[in-house]
């Protein structure tokens, strides 16, 4: 799965659901793993391309979104505010499921026609799988993008032309750590894995306190120790991007990119995750976080936001650092760049509709966002600043943007990403495979990818 993905769930379910300005407001709040309707069900309802304009000239837009809670709640704050401001445009919403699943529904009703007349997807090399130019509305120089940071303009671009804006913030990969239990431990965020480890020995020594928190019954979440520590392989390999793409380096054979697998194992090793991490799942897991019972969890700073309403404290007791290797001077963080909104060319409302998504990358529709959302991350919308009270980790990402520490995910560097990573980084962090032997797999599981996207030198 991508961690976009921040952020898109596997196995979640979804429905559809129709939202007015009135009651978009009372909708509630759906928990992390609530499930919703039945997936057959929905699958067979044509959302297709919206309602024709009403005896009133009121559009109707159909809008698919993600499930998991912050989309949700970012996907109704921006139709909320929206069609607050114009009035003749109403948006109906309806929910995928994350991960593969929701992949596929999302590729299936592109090529049969039936998707609806904007949606949420990624961004970055992915989009490519889209096949972009038959499928999606070309908006390259259209005053869509008026507000559109420049650098967030590649991970939406296929073949010169633009198809999307930045639908949330930038997410961070790497470790949420409670800082209240480094402030009472006395600990410092560190830098190198050798001090991160040796952090760890000092929470476990210390007694109650996980020093690292597992969740690999929701096994997407095993991945983040690979993914996030790309950083690391960028600054060890700056090629790597390219030369895996071409397929000239493997992680197998690469140190630096198979140190992601030793961290798994290494953690393992050590005796450092929970108890039962191989069945808890990731809502356990941030609880944990957030409450003070486990000190580090590999995960994305995007999941966050939801936990306010019942952790308020999750705005300042969880920081973040990017996942530490070997060397100080290179210290940095991994980014996903925000996923995109789209607008579906089988639209009969294209005006509408980027009418949207002008309104999606501007000011006014980040401050709705925030209004709703507590941003994890900045925005990449001109003239959207962090608020006073963001949370911290979007506060701590800043800090390494701001000293240009930062390298986006691979896979938005590269379209290569196998689909039975998850399965394979849960062997290796549970000690069942050994991390060279599970980044050879990795190998041979991105290979039937390439070969499958035709790529040349596989």
């Known amino acids: 799965m991508s961690c976009n993905a921040y952020v898109n769930r596997i196995g979640e379910p979804f429905k559809t659901i129709q939202w007015t300005r009135r009651d978009i407001v009372h909708t509630s709040h759906l928990t992390l793993r609530t499930a919703v309707a039945v997936l057959a069900l929905a699958a067979l309802t044509s959302c297709g391309s919206g309602s024709e304009p009403t005896a009133d000239g009121t559009v109707t837009l159909s809008f698919m979104t993600g499930s998991d809670q912050a989309i949700v709640d970012t996907s109704k704050a921006l139709a909320n505010a929206f069609m607050t401001a114009n009035r003749t445009i109403k948006i109906t919403i309806e929910q995928q499921p994350g991960g593969s699943e929701g992949d596929n529904i999302v590729k299936t009703r592109l090529s049969t026609g039936e998707m609806t007349d904007v949606f949420w997807y990624n961004s970055g090399s992915l989009l490519q799988a889209l096949n972009p130019a038959q499928t999606l509305v070309d908006l390259t120089g259209d005053p869509v993008l008026a507000n559109v940071q420049p650098d967030y303009l590649p991970v939406v671009t296929q073949q010169d032309k633009v198809y999307g804006v930045p639908a949330s913030t930038l997410n961070a990969g790497g470790i949420l750590y409670n800082r209240k239990v480094y402030q009472q431990l006395g600990l410092q965020v560190p830098k190198t894995w050798a001090e991160f480890m040796a952090n760890n020995d000092k929470i476990k020594a210390a007694g109650g306190i996980t020093p690292v928190i597992g969740t690999y019954k929701d096994t997407w979440t095993s991945q983040i120790f690979v993914l996030a520590d790309f950083h690391n392989v960028q600054a060890a390999v700056p090629t790597f991007a390219q030369d895996y793409t071409a397929g000239k380096v493997k992680y197998a054979t690469t140190p630096a990119a198979t140190g992601g697998f030793q961290h798994l194992a290494d953690v393992h090793a050590k005796g450092y995750l929970n108890k039962g991490f191989g069945s808890a799942v990731l809502d356990q897991g941030l609880k944990m976080l957030v409450q003070g019972k486990g000190a580090h969890y590999a995960m994305l700073s995007g999941l966050l936001p939801p936990l306010l ?150």
């Open 309 to 458: 309403a019942n952790y308020p404290q999750t705005a300042t007791d969880v920081g973040f650092f990017g996942i530490p290797g070997d060397d100080p001077a290179t210290n940095g963080a991994t980014v996903w760049e925000p996923p995109a909104i789209y607008i579906a060319k089988t639209t009969e409302h294209v005006e509408a509709a980027k009418k949207f998504l002008a309104f999606v990358a501007s000011p006014a529709g980040t401050q709705a966002v925030t209004a709703a959302v507590k941003p994890s991350g900045p925005y990449r919308v001109k003239g959207s600043q962090l608020p006073a009270d963001a949370l911290q980790v979007a506060k701590d990402l800043q800090g390494y943007l701001d000293k240009g520490a930062t390298t986006p995910a691979l896979e938005f560097l590269s379209p290569i990403k196998g689909p039975s990573l998850e399965q394979i980084t849960v062997a290796v962090g549970s000690g069942l495979t050994p991390p060279a032997q599970g980044a050879a797999q990795y190998d041979k599981d991105v290979e039937k990818q390439a070969k499958q996207l035709g790529l040349a030198g596989w």
